[in-house]
């Protein structure tokens, strides 16, 4: 088992900054796989971004350029710095690890961009 525990999230204006973080712990070895979810009232979750084991970051169309997801792995975690945030950026972010076949969710955090 892997459990994930997620820190950061809150309340912004349009075009400021927040930075999620995500702690592993449990069965951590063999994870390849770290990232972020997020849902929005009434959407499907959608994949925000991720990294691979050794490096490899992949981010949705929405996002590139303002939100930057990064790991460390002698911690054990991993962040999302999101700057320039939007509006339609609310949403419940949720922190996954994926490890072999199975996959790990935290227990998300509300982000919220609003004036």
């Known amino acids: 088992q892997v459990q994930l525990v997620e820190s950061g999230g809150g309340l912004v204006q349009p075009g400021g900054s927040l930075r999620l973080s995500c702690a592993a712990s449990?069965?951590?070895?063999?994870?390849?796989?770290m990232g972020w979810y997020r849902q929005a009232p009434g959407k499907e979750r959608e994949l925000v971004a991720r990294i691979r084991n050794g490096g490899l970051t992949n981010y949705a169309e929405s996002v590139k350029g303002r939100f930057t997801v990064s790991g460390d792995n002698a911690k054990n975690t991993v962040s999302l710095q999101m700057d320039s945030l939007k509006p339609e950026d609310t949403a419940v972010y949720y922190c996954?690890?994926?490890?072999?076949?199975?996959?790990?969710w935290g227990q998300g955090t509300q982000v919220t961009v609003s004036s």
């Open positions: 996954y690890a994926d490890k072999r076949s199975q996959t790990y």
């Open positions: 449990g069965s951590i070895l063999s994870i390849n796989v």
